[in-house]
């Protein structure tokens, strides 16, 4: 064995070693600090909405064109639409958003899990006021205009209300509770 | 353990080798995470606590790593106290993550905590190198922290999110754009208060000399 091809698998033994090594410390703080997505999408919305949720009325969700709707809930009292929605097109990845419906108008918007850098741009810019207190039933989420220096973070949030637009209309009857 | 030298290390990282004032690293989360003074802690904190842990690792595996494949090595280290600190995060402060996390992840390309691993722990031992991780990261937060309270002060009134009565609220100052003047502004005057400190060390140094001393320089310069 030559002295190139012994360097060679030198580095990639180490490498393959701190990797390995690295996953496995990984995994273990996986499984301590692992958040059930479920239980933490009824701990939001309790917490955005000050209602309580028992059960969540569809936990598989629906997808679409450009954005899907992973879960729905509605409020016990029968009140609230809770929807977790993503729209796809962000700047980092999808975006992820706590929708929530009342009376058959969009109450409040809530950005969710994100790795994408520009929503705060479009907090800024105060952009979902764009789409709260509009009726559901008759919302074009792409009419609003998109946010200068934000548009693919922009164009993410509106897929992901145009997908609880469809949602909505599709599977609650009517628009309304 | 030569004290001389850890005292040099964790002076070094806090003021010498300021990371933010004078080796002016980290500019990206110090200008996106200084909006407030708790977001600024938070992140310095985190940056802290991957600074101190990549150090060690690299540092304990610096006769392992060959030199080819040092700066992958590095980077997987890092990446996994970066991952780490996601993922406390995200289990127990879920709000805070929820604000930071895209910064969080961007730990990972921090150069400070590259240069740190390439420059420091790659050829010291580990103690030299958590120490250095340690000043570093003082380093790090306490100049995020002043920057924080400076951004925080003007664009929301507020001292650490307790608002100060009587203070107009300038709109917009929040912007990055003000972020990149107090920063330089911060970085003038740290460095002003430092050079003016390191005068004054030297003028007491020079006048606590023996004047035997003196006088031979002096004759010394005048035969010259």
């Given at each position: 064995m030559t002295a190139k091809v012994k360097s060679m698998l030198q580095c990639v033994l180490v490498l393959a070693a701190i990797a390995l090594v690295s996953g496995l410390l990984l995994g273990a703080f996986h499984i301590i600090t692992y958040v059930d997505p479920l239980q933490s999408a009824y701990d939001r919305f309790a917490e955005d909405t000050g209602k309580t949720f028992s059960?969540?009325?569809?936990?598989?969700g629906k997808s679409y064109e450009n954005g899907l709707v992973s879960y729905y809930a509605v409020s016990d009292d029968g009140t609230t639409h809770a929807f977790v929605a993503e729209g796809s097109g962000g700047y980092g990845g999808n975006v992820q958003l706590y929708i929530y419906v009342t009376d058959a108008k969009i109450e409040k918007i809530i950005a969710g899990?994100?790795?994408?850098?520009?929503l705060n741009k479009l907090d800024s810019a105060n952009y979902y006021s764009n789409f709260i207190g509009k009726d559901v039933n008759s919302l074009?989420?792409?009419?609003a205009d998109a946010v200068s220096g934000a548009t693919k973070s922009s164009d993410a949030v509106r897929n992901a209300v145009d997908a609880v637009v469809q949602y909505y209309k599709e599977n609650v009857a009517g628009g309304q509770s | 353990m030569n004290r001389n030298r850890m005292k040099e290390t964790v002076l070094g990282g806090l003021?010498?080798?300021?990371?933010?004032?004078?080796?002016?690293?980290?500019t990206c989360p110090t200008i996106a995470m200084t909006t407030s003074l708790f977001q600024a802690f938070a992140m310095g904190v985190a940056t802290t606590f991957v600074l101190i842990f990549s150090n060690l690792f690299v540092s304990l595996l610096r006769n392992v790593i060959p030199d080819k494949v040092r700066i992958p090595c590095y980077i997987v280290i890092i990446s996994t106290f970066v991952t780490i600190v996601q993922m406390v995060m995200q289990k127990y402060l879920p709000d805070l993550y929820s604000t930071m996390q895209a910064f969080i992840a961007l730990i990972v390309v921090n150069c400070i905590i590259l240069a740190r691993a390439e420059s420091f722990a790659s050829c010291n031992k580990p103690l030299y190198s958590v120490l250095d991780g340690v000043s570093m990261g003082l380093g790090f937060t306490g100049a995020l922290c002043l920057i924080g309270i400076v951004r925080e002060f003007f664009a929301n009134g507020s001292f650490a999110g307790f608002a100060i009565s009587g203070f107009p609220v300038m709109e917009g100052v929040g912007a990055s754009a003000f972020g990149f003047i107090v920063f330089g502004c911060m970085m003038a005057l740290f460095n002003f208060v430092i050079q003016k400190v390191n005068e004054r060390k030297e003028k007491m140094k020079a006048a606590s000399l023996p004047l035997s001393e003196g006088v031979v320089e002096s004759s010394g310069e005048a035969a010259k």
């Open positions: 059960k969540m009325t569809d936990d598989e899990d994100n790795s994408e850098t520009f074009d989420a792409f009419a | 003021i010498k080798n300021n990371p933010t004032f004078v080796l002016v690293l980290g």
